[in-house]
């Protein structure tokens, strides 16, 4: 602990630099890989220690096989990028940091800093938690590249993470770092989520309240927005109930998520609670989303086809208008020229057809936005153009 104490410290200001001396440091140097081997053997054995080594390796697995698919759109048919399951590999993928397989990013690095914090300090400390992620981007502390000789910078620090570091950096030297980012807003970022499995099994002994209180401070740490504290909240529940599964239990994921969330609605108080952020928390925990990615799947053929159909109608219907149009600038020069009254009755008719076609237009425009709303394509931006449109004419 007292080497800990002395390698674990922040250059308080200095804007964010690039040292990498902690790249081969771990609070576990100190112990043999023998002793290390006996002891994942001896917690393989144990239910909930088992447990508790998967959600940490999970952590870490998922981020070395989710990087490549970074801001990539979610989807229901592989296409571009995609993972096959059948062969166990990636095609198309996006390497932006040159990983390799097994190689992680931000996300695991940060779950072990959390780790080393809840080892050493005994307890949630968010103050030494920050310390610990600022070590990692300025000095290479628990990144991927311990045993890699060819690099030692961390990689796949996001503007938001970014931003808690630089006010790190602005403490006077001596002053105690804040044990939460202190910024205005409401940051609903992921990462304090994919980093969070080792505050779970940390807490898993802990009281109900207790574990979500500190997951909320955990997120704090560097995202201040409610949905994200509250979307850790909810991954803490879900870890402890988890960990702590009776034999045989559960018959399928589905049904415990089920039965988790729906637990956790009543103990969390989340369901006497409203306004921004847990208004969201509750469509995601009663999976009732509104207009969101949750809706988004494959229209049907009969869908498909109406769609065509009707975008089909409204082209007509515009290049009809536009034909429309200069008939009646032709017909309304003419006028002019010599008062007739057959000129003036086409130009009544080609009035009439042109509210008629409009009419047709507006009601197809529905139509899709309709239809485009029911396959979750955002339809309120065709009602948008509806109304453009009829302002417009």
Known sequence: MEKDRRLIVVGMGRSLGREDDLNGYSILSGVSLERKLLLVE?????????????????????????HPFEFQPAQDTPTGTYFDLATLKFHGESNAFRLERGQWTDDAAMGLCMADSLIIRRCFDGSDMRARFWCWWNRGYNNAFRKDPRRTSSVGLGGNIAKSLTDISYLKPGEKIPPAYGADGEDAGNGSLMRFAPVAVAH???????????????????????????????????????????????????????KATSEYLDCS?????????YDQMKWLVKSQPVNATERCRA?????????????????????LLLLLLLLFVCLFVCCCCCCCCCYLLLLLLLLLLSLLLLLLLFVCLL???????????????????????????
């Open 367 to 393: 139509l899709l936005s309709l239809l485009l709303f029911v396959v979750g394509v955002g339809g309120v931006h065709v009602v948008v153009v509806v109304v453009v449109v009829v302002v417009v004419d």
């Open 299 to 319: 229209p049907g053929k009969q869908v498909v086809v109406v769609v065509v159909v009707v975008v089909v109608v409204v082209v007509v219907c515009l290049l």
């Open 269 to 277: 108080g989340l369901s006497k609670k409203s306004g921004w952020g």
């Open 204 to 258: 898993h002994s802990a009281t109900v309240d207790q574990v979500l209180e500190v997951a909320r401070m955990s997120s704090y740490t560097t995202h201040p927005g409610i949905i994200a504290a509250e979307a850790c909240s909810l991954l803490a529940f879900l870890i402890v109930r988890a960990l702590h599964l009776g034999p045989g239990e559960p018959k399928s994921a589905k049904q415990f998520l089920e």
């Open 42 to 66: 001896a917690a393989a054995r144990d239910d909930l220690l088992n447990r508790a080594m998967g959600c940490m390796q999970g952590m870490a697995v998922g981020d070395a096989l989710g």
